[in-house]
DNA sequence: CACGCGCATTGACGCAGATCAACCTGGCCG
DNA sequence: CGGCCAGGTTGATCTGCGTCAATGCGCGTG
């Protein structure tokens, strides 16, 4: 919510949406001033892609707005998504030349970028953005390797209950909801996404969906409008101690 | 191999054999001598548990030599490995309280250990210490999400191959030995370890080592001794073109 | 309105890998 | 030496999910 607006009629860090999580959180005056001198943003449409494995990225940024998926994919065609990007998410490897995965906006989307030569040279001097995105970049670690037990243990109906615990708790957190309870939130992908995130086919998704929704676990109002009566139900369902488990 | 060797004659970072990856790569004098003030060297038994997940970490290090595991459980028993600590990798968050998973010593370890509140101070007023562990930490992270594909979208019989070709490379790397044609190393795993690594059971990881036997993909001499006789084949059979892919 | 198209659902069937179980193999210790 | 036991192999059977295929549903467009 308070990431879509504001953030254009005063398009500098000071006012910028992404300052809750991303890197300028701890800037002075001085630094900011020099990271809006490389500061611009980018928009994408739904479906574009944002970036190709193997693309240089002349860029680091974060999504302002609308919703990246991060994917990976085999010669034979066979995709695994490795990482979902929603508003205040980073995107980059400061240091690094190449882009290591694709990114594909699900939806349209804003990203607030810094042109990636003048971002390394003020991190080479700016200690806390370097910690800054070590912490980030462990955040996303602990992500990735808690979906690793996600892909590598759960059954199809413990990774539904994952996901859409995931994505309801981020959301939910957005708009400082309690954690427990009733909770509401739009799928912001399609049953294809969901199966790629999670090593299904797009129809075991469907029936797992349908079947969490017979249940009881969840209702639907059409085919992405989520209501989740009882949080802990669901995390129940996915597998997970009620308060643990589950960063991002 | 080098690893093994010299590492107790001069215990201080010029001589440490983990300064080829780890934290003290670029530090000067007067930063190792500091550096130098918090280390000490921790060993474990093979089966040791070196840190449990929640607990409070008062260190962060690299492995010396030896080699454990990086487990996550859940409460109905079923455990999913997410990474594999060879020597030279690093261990800890820094800024971080505890610790989000099991490490457990596969095999006799010794750690390089730095105390972790001075070691953060330290952080603090030396740029390039995060930098150096932003970048390590983008390579765990390139490595998780890797392992999120083979999890998620390959056959037993390709994650088998995937596996052996990550220990084999980093073996041979360490060796410096070609990249292609015969590879030989130990695996450092049980059959149920790999399992654990790989989201199977441990009955078909025996399958299918079985089968790349008896299809003269590997050869084995007992039952940890491997020799790859064409590692361009052993990559084929993991489903990744002969030369990209499988970081670490 | 009918048509097409993208997305989703549902059913029938087959198979890769899990499960259960028996047996092997080599190292250690009394 | 023999017995034990952890780790490994192999076989028989079961099952969850993939595969293939038909049908539904909402929406924009001619």
Redesign the interface.
């Known amino acids: 919510m308070l990431q879509d607006t504001l953030s254009f009629a005063t398009p500098d860090c000071s006012g910028c949406p992404i300052r809750h999580r991303a890197v300028c959180a701890r800037c002075d005056s001085d630094e900011l001033a020099r990271l809006e001198e490389i500061k611009y943003y980018r928009s994408f449409e739904a479906g574009q892609t944002v970036i190709w494995s193997g693309d240089r990225m002349d860029f680091v940024g974060s999504v302002v707005s609308g919703i990246a998926t991060?994917t990976?994919t085999?010669?034979?065609g066979?995709?695994?998504m490795?990482?979902l990007l929603l508003p205040s998410d980073f995107v980059g490897?400061?240091?690094?030349d190449g882009a290591?995965?694709d990114v594909v906006a699900t939806s349209d989307l804003v990203m607030c970028c810094f042109r990636k030569k003048p971002f390394e040279q003020l991190?080479?001097?700016?200690?806390?953005i370097?910690?800054r995105?070590?912490?980030m970049?462990?955040d996303?670690?602990?992500a990735?390797?808690?979906?690793?037990?996600v892909?590598?243990?759960k059954t199809a109906r413990e990774k539904i209950a994952s996901l859409l615990a995931i994505i309801g708790r981020r959301d939910a957190s957005i708009q400082s909801a309690p954690m427990s309870g009733r909770i509401v939130f739009d799928l912001p992908l399609t049953r294809e996404a969901m199966a790629d995130y999670?090593?299904l086919t797009l129809e075991t998704v469907s029936r797992q969906v349908s079947a969490l929704k017979r249940d009881g676990v969840i209702e639907l109002q059409g085919k992405r409008h989520v209501t989740v009566p009882d949080f802990s139900r669901l995390l129940e369902e996915a597998?997970d101690?009620a308060d643990g488990g589950l960063?991002v």
Chains 1, 2 share one sequence.
């Not at 490897?93 to 690094?96: L, N």
């Not at 990735?144 to 037990?149: I, N, S």
């Open positions: 991060l990976q085999m010669e034979d066979r995709t695994q490795v990482g490897r400061p240091g690094r290591a995965y991190m080479e001097t700016t200690p806390h370097a910690q995105l070590l912490q970049t462990l996303e670690l602990d990735a390797r808690e979906w690793m037990l892909l590598g243990r999670l090593g597998g101690d960063l």
